[in-house]
């Protein structure tokens, strides 16, 4: 048996966390594209309905589909960090 069938290599993998304030920045200027940045899921989901939301309601209806996007991205962000965390 040689050496290096014995020694095994160690694979570190790092990411990094996403910014919270950058996040709530995107999410405020850009509404549900801007959720794409914190949870691709969330943001492909808000896009369909705030455009249903927008067509149904004249528009007048983003009033609460964007600020749902806002809490919904922050939240995101908060469990991937802390998934990144291991917590």
């Given at each position: ?46 896009i ?7 067509i ?29 965390a291991?917590?």
């Amino acid at each position: 048996m040689s050496n290096q069938d014995s020694t095994q290599k160690q694979v570190v993998i790092v990411q990094s966390q996403k910014s919270l304030g950058l996040t709530i920045i995107l999410t405020i200027l850009f509404g549900p594209l801007g959720m794409l940045y914190s949870t691709i899921t969330g943001g492909i989901v808000m896009i369909i309905a705030s455009l249903l939301v927008a067509i149904i309601t004249f528009g007048l209806g983003l009033i609460i589909t964007w600020p749902i996007c806002i809490i919904w991205a922050a939240i995101a962000t908060n469990d991937y960090n802390k998934k990144l965390a291991g917590r």
